[in-house]
């Protein structure tokens, strides 16, 4: 075990690789423990965070112990049929959805800007 851990240790992984995995398409009728026993094959989960709402059905954020459990689970259920859908799963990247709020506030201030100056 110590040397598996060891090995682990001199692994170089991409820089987009976390804990934090982002998965599409479930099956609207999924459970959280369905999920469990999907993604607890890959080592131990921290939390996972189905999508109840409207515009965040299917979608899942899974929160793994370890970083290297989540890129097995990730190389391995990308492309998965559960319930005759195919799962996509990404690793959560926050910094990627904070530019693109801060691209929206920035296209608002400019729209405002142009409406104050009489400009097209």
């Not at 492309?79 to 506030?105: C, E, S, W």
């Amino acid at each position: 075990m110590a040397l598996a851990a060891k090995a682990r240790a001199n692994i170089r992984l991409p820089p987009e690789v976390n804990r934090i995995l982002f998965v599409r398409n479930l099956p609207f009728k999924i459970t959280s423990e369905e999920l469990y026993d999907l993604f607890g094959k890959y080592g131990a989960i921290r939390q996972i965070r189905l999508g109840n709402a409207n515009d965040t059905r299917g979608t899942a954020f899974v929160v793994y112990e370890d970083i290297f459990d989540a890129k097995a689970a990730c190389d391995h259920l990308s492309g998965f049929n559960i319930m005759g859908r195919y799962l996509i799963v990404l690793y959560h990247q926050p910094n990627k959805t904070q530019k693109k709020k801060d691209l929206a506030a920035k296209e608002k201030e400019l729209n405002d800007m142009k409406k104050k100056y009489g400009v097209e």
